[in-house]
């Protein structure tokens, strides 16, 4: 079979399931345009999740739907860095960025270490520290390739961002109010400890513009370090495998990179983003590009979560859900009350 033909099988085969993707996405994108606090990238996680524990996904999907929570959802993240600007995020100041950092890790390690005390995989502990710390089910879909997890396992660690997310977005806002923040510091409380960046401006856009922008420049300060969180991951499964008998016994077997190739480009996208050479508008049509290429990307994943089976799973992943987004928001919270945002 020649390259081209191959090429036209495949493109069959994966059709169907990210037209469907593309589709929900844009959904999502839609009901976020005209209901601004809803987040169009947990409306088109929902959906699939809805679809796969209430629906039949018929075998034909599969394949595209795949291909999206791998392929498209990445391609996702690389677009996700034309946000970032390293000129606006040192406008945050040292002690801000050194806050933001700080939560990152405390919430990281310490979502490990509360994974293991419950006594569950080390792969689970691993999805969940890494979603919760940077930004949501975009996060847990970028470390998967270094986690070794199951497919249960990926799927409960979505289903759970997903919930506390959205939580978030209810009672944060009663919160603030309640323990007298202010403006910027709401801003930034909910900047450290949302999950994903819709999340992130539906809760702060309850106190205003100011409490907004403070908001996402820290959630893409978190964002930013997804880099260097991957890369440290990357170098610890790298050091584990060189102790590994079987790889002695085949010097020749692949080692993760240190950084794969999606988040090189998310850095370079970062880089082009601070060199101010793209308009305003080219921006604006990115970020829209970024929302469905996300959303097709969750769709996908969303559509491994069947609600129904995780409950055979038992109550400590659940726990560990609730006691990593109790951490973060606590963290984050000393975090700006320290730092002064």
Request: charged share 15%; aromatic share 6%.
């Amino acid at each position: 079979m020649t390259p081209v033909r191959r090429a036209v099988v495949w493109a069959r085969l994966v059709a169907p399931g990210v037209l469907v993707a593309f589709a929900v996405a844009v959904v999502g994108f839609v009901v976020h345009r005209y209901i601004d606090a809803v987040s169009p990238h947990v409306v088109a996680v929902s959906i699939g999740i809805l679809g796969a524990t209430f629906g039949r996904i018929e075998q034909v999907f599969r394949p595209g739907l795949r291909f999206s929570a791998k392929k498209v959802l990445r391609a996702g993240i690389v677009v996700l860095g034309f946000r970032l600007s390293l000129s606006e995020l040192g406008a945050l100041g040292p002690r801000a960025l050194a806050a933001v950092a700080v939560v990152v890790v405390a919430t990281f390690f310490g979502t490990r270490w509360l994974a293991a005390r419950l006594g569950l995989t080390p792969s689970l502990g691993l999805l969940m520290a890494t979603g919760y710390s940077i930004c949501g089910a975009s996060a847990i879909a970028a470390v998967e390739p270094f986690a070794d997890a199951t497919e249960e396992e990926v799927a409960y660690s979505i289903a759970l961002v997903t919930l506390c997310g959205t939580l978030a977005i209810v009672l944060l806002p009663g919160l603030g109010t309640l323990i007298g923040l202010s403006a910027s510091q709401f801003g930034g409380w909910v900047g450290a400890s949302v999950h994903d960046v819709g999340q992130v401006v539906a809760a702060a856009s309850t106190h205003g513009e100011e409490s907004l922008k403070v908001a996402t420049l820290v959630k893409l300060t978190r964002v930013a370090l997804l880099a260097p969180l991957l890369a440290g991951v990357a170098i610890s499964v790298r050091r584990r495998a060189r102790r590994d008998p079987a790889v002695h016994a085949n010097p020749e077997a692949k080692r993760p990179p240190v950084l794969p190739l999606f988040i090189l480009l998310f850095l370079a996208a970062v880089a082009v983003r601070s060199a101010d050479v793209i308009s305003t508008s080219w921006l604006g049509h990115l970020k829209d590009v970024e929302t469905i290429l996300l959303g097709m990307g969750l769709v996908g994943l969303g559509s491994n979560v069947d609600l129904r089976k995780l409950r055979a799973v038992g109550g400590r992943p659940l726990a560990l859900g609730l006691g990593s987004w109790a951490l973060v928001a606590v963290v984050s919270l000393v975090a700006v009350n320290v730092s002064g945002l």
